[in-house]
């Protein structure tokens, strides 16, 4: 394949990949900013959104190739890698704590529903 005939460079995928963590940030700032409505099944399903995009970026990163890079280049997107990389973990960890809160309010709200009360009658 010609370099002409790449649609997406190495380059064009970390600045696409940037942009999207950026996002990411942006939807965590609002949800903890209350400047979106607390839905947890609208949250989960932009978490899942959000992870299945990932995966296609995660693919597309496979096939990308270093070889046209010169090595200032190279240094560059290395630097860029390792904010990528970075970002990732902070991003993880938020969805995992986000996770972990969504499951103790759902289920503290089913558990609540089923609990017998603190005085049960008693049969003789």
Sequence with gaps: MNTKDRVLSLKDWIESFLVFQEEDFQFFQDLLNKKIPFDP???????KNRMDTRKVFYQLY???PWEELS???RKMVEKKLYKILYREELITEFITKLLEALTYLI??????EFQ???NPFIIH
């Design 41 to 47: 099944e609208n949250i989960l399903l932009k978490i």
């Design 62 to 64: 496979k096939y990308l």
């Design 71 to 73: 090595m200032n280049e």
């Design 107 to 112: 289920y503290s709200e089913s558990s609540t």
């Design 116 to 118: 017998l009360t603190s």
